[in-house]
Protein backbone atom coordinates (compact mmCIF):
# COMPACT_ATOMS: atom_id res chain seq x y z
CA UNK A 1 0.00 0.00 0.00
CA UNK A 2 1.36 3.51 -0.89
CA UNK A 3 0.84 5.96 1.62
CA UNK A 4 -0.18 9.24 0.71
CA UNK A 5 0.25 10.70 4.53
CA UNK A 6 1.76 9.72 7.51
CA UNK A 7 1.81 11.57 10.53
CA UNK A 8 2.91 11.30 13.84
CA UNK A 9 2.75 13.02 16.96
CA UNK A 10 3.55 12.20 20.89
CA UNK A 11 0.35 12.50 22.96
CA UNK A 12 1.53 12.90 26.83
CA UNK A 13 -0.94 10.58 28.03
CA UNK A 14 -0.85 6.67 28.06
CA UNK A 15 -1.74 4.87 25.02
CA UNK A 16 -4.82 3.33 27.07
CA UNK A 17 -6.25 6.58 27.62
CA UNK A 18 -5.95 7.69 23.81
CA UNK A 19 -7.32 4.60 22.50
CA UNK A 20 -10.09 5.09 25.05
CA UNK A 21 -11.08 8.17 22.86
CA UNK A 22 -10.81 6.30 19.76
CA UNK A 23 -13.09 3.26 21.03
CA UNK A 24 -15.42 6.53 21.56
CA UNK A 25 -17.42 6.66 18.33
CA UNK A 26 -19.54 10.00 18.93
CA UNK A 27 -15.80 12.04 19.83
CA UNK A 28 -14.74 11.50 16.24
CA UNK A 29 -16.50 15.04 15.35
CA UNK A 30 -14.47 16.22 17.93
CA UNK A 31 -11.29 15.41 16.75
CA UNK A 32 -11.32 14.20 12.81
CA UNK A 33 -11.49 17.45 10.72
CA UNK A 34 -13.62 17.20 8.35
CA UNK A 35 -16.65 15.40 10.52
CA UNK A 36 -19.04 17.54 11.26
CA UNK A 37 -21.02 15.45 12.66
CA UNK A 38 -21.70 11.52 13.99
CA UNK A 39 -25.37 10.38 13.55
CA UNK A 40 -24.69 7.20 14.67
CA UNK A 41 -22.40 4.42 16.19
CA UNK A 42 -22.80 0.69 16.16
CA UNK A 43 -22.75 -0.51 19.74
CA UNK A 44 -20.30 -2.81 19.08
CA UNK A 45 -17.63 0.22 18.15
CA UNK A 46 -14.69 -0.29 17.85
CA UNK A 47 -15.15 -4.16 16.92
CA UNK A 48 -14.05 -5.35 13.54
CA UNK A 49 -16.90 -4.63 11.36
CA UNK A 50 -18.68 -2.33 13.48
CA UNK A 51 -19.32 1.53 11.81
CA UNK A 52 -19.89 4.77 12.74
CA UNK A 53 -22.30 6.75 10.37
CA UNK A 54 -20.67 10.39 9.71
CA UNK A 55 -21.75 13.41 8.11
CA UNK A 56 -18.12 14.88 6.22
CA UNK A 57 -18.00 18.83 4.46
CA UNK A 58 -19.61 22.37 5.06
CA UNK A 59 -23.42 22.90 4.03
CA UNK A 60 -24.96 22.45 1.75
CA UNK A 61 -21.88 20.07 0.50
CA UNK A 62 -21.85 18.12 3.39
CA UNK A 63 -21.78 14.17 2.18
CA UNK A 64 -23.35 11.32 4.97
CA UNK A 65 -21.59 7.95 4.33
CA UNK A 66 -20.05 5.76 7.53
CA UNK A 67 -16.63 4.63 8.09
CA UNK A 68 -16.08 0.56 8.86
CA UNK A 69 -13.47 -0.56 11.83
CA UNK A 70 -11.22 -3.35 9.80
CA UNK A 71 -8.88 -4.42 12.59
CA UNK A 72 -8.28 -3.25 16.14
CA UNK A 73 -6.04 -4.08 18.95
CA UNK A 74 -6.76 -2.53 22.34
CA UNK A 75 -4.55 0.25 23.09
CA UNK A 76 -2.39 -0.67 19.96
CA UNK A 77 -3.92 -0.23 16.63
CA UNK A 78 -7.29 0.60 15.22
CA UNK A 79 -7.61 0.50 11.24
CA UNK A 80 -10.48 1.97 9.26
CA UNK A 81 -12.06 1.68 5.97
CA UNK A 82 -13.20 5.74 5.74
CA UNK A 83 -15.67 6.06 3.42
CA UNK A 84 -16.48 9.73 2.04
CA UNK A 85 -18.69 8.60 -1.16
CA UNK A 86 -18.97 9.75 -4.34
CA UNK A 87 -15.52 11.03 -3.75
CA UNK A 88 -14.25 7.44 -2.72
CA UNK A 89 -13.12 5.81 0.16
CA UNK A 90 -9.64 6.11 2.38
CA UNK A 91 -7.45 3.12 4.59
CA UNK A 92 -6.86 5.09 7.52
CA UNK A 93 -4.62 3.04 10.25
CA UNK A 94 -3.68 4.42 13.37
CA UNK A 95 -0.93 2.77 15.98
CA UNK A 96 -0.34 3.86 19.11
CA UNK A 97 3.17 3.11 20.97
CA UNK A 98 3.82 3.49 24.27
CA UNK A 99 7.09 6.07 24.99
CA UNK A 100 7.89 5.46 28.67
CA UNK A 101 4.75 4.97 31.17
CA UNK A 102 3.40 8.62 30.86
CA UNK A 103 3.01 9.01 26.86
CA UNK A 104 2.35 7.56 23.64
CA UNK A 105 3.38 7.83 20.06
CA UNK A 106 0.36 8.28 17.83
CA UNK A 107 0.74 7.49 13.74
CA UNK A 108 -1.76 7.89 11.04
CA UNK A 109 -1.35 6.37 8.13
CA UNK A 110 -3.73 7.55 5.48
CA UNK A 111 -4.32 6.26 2.11
CA UNK A 112 -6.69 6.63 -0.88
CA UNK A 113 -8.21 3.28 -1.73
CA UNK A 114 -11.17 3.73 -4.34
CA UNK A 115 -13.00 6.07 -6.01
CA UNK A 116 -12.42 9.66 -7.78
CA UNK A 117 -9.92 10.71 -5.06
CA UNK A 118 -7.82 7.69 -5.80
CA UNK A 119 -7.30 9.00 -9.64
CA UNK A 120 -6.58 12.32 -8.48
CA UNK A 121 -3.72 11.09 -6.15
CA UNK A 122 -0.63 13.67 -6.48
CA UNK A 123 1.13 15.70 -3.78
CA UNK A 124 -1.16 18.17 -3.54
CA UNK A 125 -3.72 15.55 -2.02
CA UNK A 126 -0.92 14.17 0.10
CA UNK A 127 -0.30 17.99 1.60
CA UNK A 128 -3.98 18.44 1.83
CA UNK A 129 -4.29 14.80 4.17
CA UNK A 130 -0.96 16.17 5.90
CA UNK A 131 -2.43 19.23 7.09
CA UNK A 132 -5.41 17.80 7.83
CA UNK A 133 -3.72 14.75 10.32
CA UNK A 134 -1.00 16.88 11.64
CA UNK A 135 -4.65 18.68 13.15
CA UNK A 136 -6.67 15.91 13.62
CA UNK A 137 -3.65 14.83 15.94
CA UNK A 138 -3.29 18.30 17.52
CA UNK A 139 -7.09 17.63 18.69
CA UNK A 140 -7.09 14.10 19.55
CA UNK A 141 -3.95 14.63 22.23
CA UNK A 142 -6.15 17.72 23.45
CA UNK A 143 -9.18 15.43 23.94
CA UNK A 144 -6.86 12.77 25.67
CA UNK A 145 -4.94 15.11 27.53
CA UNK A 146 -8.24 16.84 28.91
CA UNK A 147 -9.73 13.51 29.93
CA UNK A 148 -6.56 12.41 31.39
CA UNK A 149 -6.71 15.53 33.58
CA UNK A 150 -10.71 15.34 34.12
CA UNK A 151 -9.74 11.73 35.63
CA UNK A 152 -7.17 12.81 37.76
Known amino acids: MLLVAIVKRTVPAPPAR???VLADGWSYSDWVVGTVHIRDV???????GSRLHHKAGPWPFSL??????????????LTLK?????????RVRILLE???TTSTRVTI??????GPLLML???LNDLVLHRRNVESLRRLSDIATREKADQA
Open 18 to 20: VFA
Open 121 to 123: RNK
Open 98 to 100: PEG
Open 82 to 90: AGLWPLGQA
Open 64 to 77: QDSSTVVSMTPDRE
Open 42 to 48: DPSWPEP
Open 109 to 114: EEDFEA
